[in-house]
């Protein structure tokens, strides 16, 4: 596992339909064939079994991919459940536990988007901070951790 | 059990360039209640034309398409419809966006907020309600689709390639919710119609599938599928109805 995953890296909607996909196959499967069954590259594949595995939702062992009691028990859930186990994985999340500790000093309790930009660039050294922006609110907003308003460009906790 | 909408011998056809072009011939056959009917078959085959009249976007040249024994002859609102393309307006946010479609009911503001807000939960969108259409993902932006498209409890859903310009994994999420929307009982509608080129697709979610030809599109065959859900994608049973679908349209 890849220590340095702090962040979600893929949508919301591509990690919960992979792990439906996963859950489908029954057992193991390589990462190769579900790429190869999906028709997408191993480039597209790759960072939604990174964020998956950041949950904790499924193991990846020599290139194997299995659902954790975790993922299994995701999955199951209705829509009420998954977020509230998302929201629970979030609250673990280095990420959203920075955003939480600088929101938490400010007087506002709001931190503005560029100053979120500024975190990311500084965790992110080497990527685009935009994408991951778009992606960490949609986790946020869905977990229901964080609120986010386009108009004044404030992040908020819930 | 009285059928909720009958199509007798609907033929579609138009004019292009002096040459006539017979889109749809023949088209037979009904949806009762609680029914998931997929209509399949190959690009240009008329399947969303077909869509269209039963809507009443669009007139058919021969033939008739009845609603509760009532021709249809103009859009009913009993029945949505959710494209392939989402057309939420930009500068509202996603809980106007959802509201809108029960403004022209006539409801009080905090009736429709609350009918839209019970609707936003019920699609897995809780947290986006004050979220503008550019900032969704694609899938996040069908689910007001849909949201919007239900909120006003319609009886009939119909559903134009809806997953068809998505991410897979994210049309996959999709499918699965659609599922959960369906067996919900306390979520209308009675019926959906959806248009798909993805057999797949058809085979997981529908109880019945209507098979049209190439064009002009007739009916080819029609399928029952009494598997339970949820399916196993990757079942003999499914993999024999795929089969069985795709010899029919090559």
Not at chain 2, 186 to 209: C, F, G, Q, S, W
Request: hydrophobic share 45%.
């Amino acid at each position: 596992m890849d220590k340095n995953i702090i962040l979600p890296k893929v949508e919301v909607g591509r990690t919960i339909g992979f792990l439906e996909i996963l859950d489908d196959y029954g057992s193991k499967v390589d990462i190769a064939k579900i790429a190869a069954d999906l028709l997408l590259d191993l480039d597209d594949v790759l960072p939604v079994v990174d964020t998956a595995e950041m949950f904790n939702f499924i193991k990846v062992e020599d290139g194997d991919l299995t659902l954790t009691k975790s993922g299994l028990e995701f999955v199951i859930q209705g829509i009420r459940g998954r977020k509230k186990i998302i929201n629970n994985c979030l609250n673990n999340t280095t990420v959203f536990q920075i955003i939480n500790k600088e929101i938490n000093k400010d007087k506002e309790k709001s931190m503005d988007k560029e100053e979120l930009l500024s975190i990311l660039r500084t965790l992110l050294p080497d990527t685009e901070v935009e994408n991951a922006f778009r992606i960490i609110l949609e986790w946020g907003r869905h977990g229901l951790v964080l609120r986010y308003d386009s108009e004044d460009s404030q992040v908020r906790m819930i | 059990m009285p059928a909720v909408l009958e199509l007798k011998n609907i033929g579609k056809e138009f004019y292009q360039e002096g040459k006539k072009i017979k889109i749809l011939e023949d088209i037979n056959f009904t949806i009762e209640e609680h029914e998931f009917l997929a209509i399949v078959g190959p690009a240009g085959c008329g399947k969303s034309t077909l869509l269209k009249i039963i809507m009443g976007l669009d007139k058919p040249t021969k033939g008739e398409a009845l609603y509760h024994n009532n021709k249809i002859n103009s859009v009913d609102s009993n029945m949505s419809i959710i494209f392939h393309s989402f057309a939420l307006l930009p500068w509202l946010d996603v809980l106007e966006n959802v509201e809108l479609g029960l403004e022209a009911q006539g409801m009080k503001k905090e009736v429709r907020m609350n009918k839209a807000i019970r609707m936003i939960q019920a699609v897995g969108l809780e947290g986006f309600e004050n979220a503008h259409p550019r900032e969704l993902s694609t899938d996040m932006k069908q689910r007001v689709s849909i949201a919007r498209a239900l909120v006003t409890d319609p009886e009939v859903l119909l559903m134009d390639e809806p997953f068809s310009v998505m991410d897979p994994l994210m049309a996959e999420g999709l499918r699965e919710e659609l599922v959960s929307l369906w067996e919900d009982k306390y979520v209308k509608p009675e019926i959906i119609l959806m248009v798909t080129h993805n057999i797949e697709e058809a085979v997981y979610l529908a109880d019945r599938i209507i098979v049209l030809t190439q064009r002009p599109g007739s009916v080819a065959g029609e399928f029952e599928i009494k598997l339970p859900r949820p399916r196993k994608k990757r079942s003999k049973e499914v993999y024999k109805i795929i089969d069985a679908i795709t010899a029919l349209i090559a």
